[in-house]
């Protein structure tokens, strides 16, 4: 029984050698020259003005979840796209309802203005 187990306990083995050997060799690549510049919380060319600590609207975070919700229930359309012909008519006519209920709340939460963002 326990020698099953010897391939992981060998692939732990690479991993516990192999993570401190990778930092190193990254640490000895890089360069390590921080300025002013460097230092900054964001490098995109702009100074920041105010404290990361701010308060943000919520319409960001329900815009945020809507995207979530809406690109997770389209990756249901992958494993059906692979299935296609084995589901045949009946797997299409449960594809058009799911696409139909997603069509319906994507145009009710535009209506109701959650995806404004003034």
């Known amino acids: 029984m326990p020698q099953n187990y010897v391939p992981i306990f060998i692939?732990?083995?690479?991993?516990?050698?192999?993570?401190p050997v990778?930092?190193?060799?990254?640490?000895l690549v890089r360069p390590?020259?921080?300025?002013k510049a460097k230092l900054m919380p964001y490098e995109c060319g702009i100074?920041?003005?105010?404290?990361s600590r701010g308060r943000y609207t919520v319409r960001y975070y329900i815009v945020a979840i809507l995207?979530?919700?809406?690109?997770v229930e389209t990756i249901f359309l992958f494993p059906w796209a692979v299935q296609f012909k084995a589901l045949g008519a009946?797997?299409?006519?449960?594809m058009l309802i799911f696409l139909l209920i997603l069509v319906v709340g994507y145009i009710w939460?535009?209506?109701?203005?959650?995806?404004?963002?003034?």
């Open 90 to 94: 009946f797997g299409l006519l449960e």
């Open 22 to 27: 990778t930092l190193l060799a990254a640490k």
């Open 11 to 19: 692939f732990i083995a690479f991993i516990a050698v192999m993570l």
């Open 32 to 35: 390590d020259n921080p300025g």
């Open 47 to 51: 100074d920041p003005v105010d404290s």
């Open 109 to 118: 939460i535009w209506k109701k203005g959650a995806l404004e963002w003034v």
């Open 67 to 71: 995207f979530v919700v809406f690109d």
